[in-house]
């Protein structure tokens, strides 16, 4: 059971740069989220999913996409990546309790 | 002002010792409450989950929230190096099940359990 997967685990981008952030889970969880993670920020909730097909906005999406085409897959995209993008980013599925990622390192030079 | 407060640490303590990790919030409107462990370079992963005011316990830790004061805490007993970790309060309106359920996170105490 592999639980969620996030591909890849590191990344460096130069500014203006595009990327995908892939997000899969194998638990059936209707809702999926992307976090990310900064010092002395915590964990700010970028966009989220309740279900194929759907998306909203979190906490804080300027600068990013997100598709949900199928149940287990959550897509995170920056089209033009900037320095301000530098972090961790996590993504998570539930039902109940909600498990996390391993993490995606993005720095974006 | 953020609507989670939490002491970024780094807290160190020796072995056995009692841990006790803090977050105040300002939002009424919070009713359920988590604790979340995260060890360096992984993501985060639940310890305790916790409704309205009062006590829990499972095994070394327990959470206890009081809505009164807005405060919540988790005391790890008998602490031991692999306690070593992160540990991010995180609270939310609504129960965990129902969709479009979010949570507001702290920043995190970064705790360090020394033999």
């Known amino acids: 059971n592999a639980g969620v997967t996030q591909t890849p685990k590191f990344r460096v981008l130069k500014t203006g740069q595009s990327m995908t952030l892939l997000c899969a889970q194998d638990?059936?969880?209707?809702?999926m989220y992307w976090y990310r993670q900064d010092p002395g920020m915590g964990l700010r909730l970028i966009h989220y999913?309740?279900?194929?097909?759907?998306?909203a906005k979190g906490e804080v999406p300027d600068g990013y996409n997100v598709s949900r085409l199928k149940k287990q897959n959550f897509l995170l995209g920056l089209e033009s990546a900037a320095p301000s993008q530098t972090s961790v980013y996590f993504c998570?599925?539930?039902?109940?309790?909600?498990?996390f990622g391993q993490g995606t390192r993005l720095t974006v030079v | 002002q953020k609507e989670v407060e939490q002491d970024p640490g780094p807290l160190s303590v020796p072995e056995g010792a009692i841990v006790s990790l803090n977050c105040t919030y300002s939002?009424?409107?919070?009713?359920?409450f988590m604790w979340y462990r995260q060890y360096s370079r992984k993501g985060p992963e639940l310890l305790m989950y916790?409704?309205?005011?009062g006590n829990k316990e499972d095994g070394r830790f327990t959470a206890q929230v009081d809505k009164s004061s807005k405060y919540i805490s988790l005391f790890i007993r008998d602490s031991q190096p692999s306690d070593s970790a992160t540990y991010l309060c995180?609270?939310?309106?609504?129960?965990?099940?129902?969709?479009?359920?979010?949570?507001?996170f702290g920043t995190g105490t970064q705790l360090k359990v020394e033999l």
């Open positions: 916790t409704y309205s005011s």
């Open positions: 939002n009424s409107a919070f009713q359920y």
């Open positions: 638990m059936n969880h209707e809702y």
């Open positions: 995180a609270m939310s309106g609504r129960p965990l099940t129902g969709g479009g359920n979010k949570l507001t």
């Open positions: 998570a599925s539930r039902t109940q309790e909600t498990f």
């Open positions: 999913s309740v279900g194929e097909g759907t998306t």
